[in-house]
């Protein structure tokens, strides 16, 4: 069984670089043009799949920072593409809108319980639907 073991490593490894090499967009492949990796590594598995892991693969894009306009914090809003915004007046005026909007339905909601309340404490116990089930 040990026997075994070096060339199930060979073969996973062989295997996730064909699947990154063949899903990776070709303008990011680095030093050969996708097709000669994707050849190189089905034709030689251990040697093509080492060489496309250090040469081949592309490179990690670095985070956003502040200044570049990602919002530190949240993974979701730190990838490449996705901008904070750019206007702060816009971001207060918009935080007042959804605060004022929110104290709105919270006093809505207040207001209907209290009628709510008030409508159960007019049917006493002397209402004949209350009666009639005991």
Partial sequence: MIRLLPGVIVFILWAYCLVDAISTDQSRVRHLPK?????????????GSLAWLVAGRPAPTPRLTRQQGAAPGFPEYERPGRMAAADPAKDEEFLRQVRERAEEQRRRYEAEHRRKDQFEGQEGPGDPDASAGA
């Fill in 35 to 47: 097709w000669a990796w994707i050849v190189l590594v089905l034709l030689f598995p251990l040697v």
